[in-house]
């Protein structure tokens, strides 16, 4: 299995500019988290679906940040207007589902991530 | 929320030490695991473990979740263990899908050689 596939790796762009994140999850995998890791927050959830539906995006910072999950295999984390405070790495993780597998499998994946700097 | 409380923060040993790694949270948990995260950034589970003992190689983790807490435990330790590791839990949800985690702090491990 390929993993987790984020794309791009790395995204420099400018302020006010509008950046698109992508995550591809595991085959077969019913839920998938958006992350957040800056050096002052650690490691924040932003989001997460379970069989393609938005379940908590408490995590949201702001009305700026959008996430689409259109399909089981392909989801978008969109932020427009882009803000230097955004800079951070994103992180994509799937897993099974607590509600299709036994209980103490629900493992989560994580892709490699996309570096994002905002000037 | 649950707190997660990582100790130490930071770790520096030689190779071939022992390392234990401790994961503190504030409420009961039904999810709990434990990630490497390399010096390239990549993020790696380790343990997926609520309760109980596991064993991977030179690598254990345990959770006493009556007492809110686990240990990880990485003996003789190497330099490409080096990273920081995280711990993080979930908590019992109405939703039959995947839970969502929260992370501690992470503990920064470094092997000198």
């Known amino acids: 299995d390929a993993g987790v596939i984020q794309s791009p790796r790395h995204e420099v762009t400018e302020m006010g500019q509008e950046v698109t994140l992508r995550c591809k999850p595991i085959s077969g995998h019913n839920s998938l988290f958006w992350y957040r890791q800056t050096m002052m927050r650690g490691l924040e959830l932003l989001i997460y679906f379970n069989n393609n539906v938005p379940i908590d995006d408490s995590g949201m910072p702001e009305d700026r940040f959008s996430a689409k999950m259109p399909n089981a295999s392909f989801s978008t984390l969109k932020i427009q207007p882009s803000e230097p405070r955004d800079s951070a790495v994103y992180f994509c993780?799937?897993?099974?589902?607590?509600?299709?597998?036994?209980?103490?499998?629900?493992?989560?994946?994580f892709g490699p991530g996309t570096r994002l700097t905002v000037l | 929320g649950i707190q997660v409380e990582q100790s130490p923060p930071d770790l520096i040993l030689q190779e071939g030490a022992n390392s234990t790694l401790r994961c503190n949270f504030s409420d009961s948990v039904n999810n709990l695991q434990w990630f490497h995260q390399n010096p390239w950034g990549q993020l790696i589970n380790l343990f997926y473990i609520p309760s109980g003992t596991k064993q991977n190689g030179r690598l254990s983790a345990t959770t006493v979740a009556t007492e809110r807490y686990s240990l990880l435990y990485i003996s003789s330790c190497q330099t490409a263990d080096s990273g920081v590791y995280f711990c993080?839990?979930?908590?019992?949800?109405?939703?039959?899908?995947?839970?969502?985690?929260?992370f501690g702090q992470g503990t920064r491990l470094t092997i000198n050689p």
């Open positions: 993080a839990v979930g908590q019992p949800s109405r939703d039959q899908g995947a839970q969502k985690l929260v």
């Open positions: 993780a799937s897993s099974l589902g607590r509600g299709l597998v036994p209980r103490g499998t629900d493992t989560q994946y």
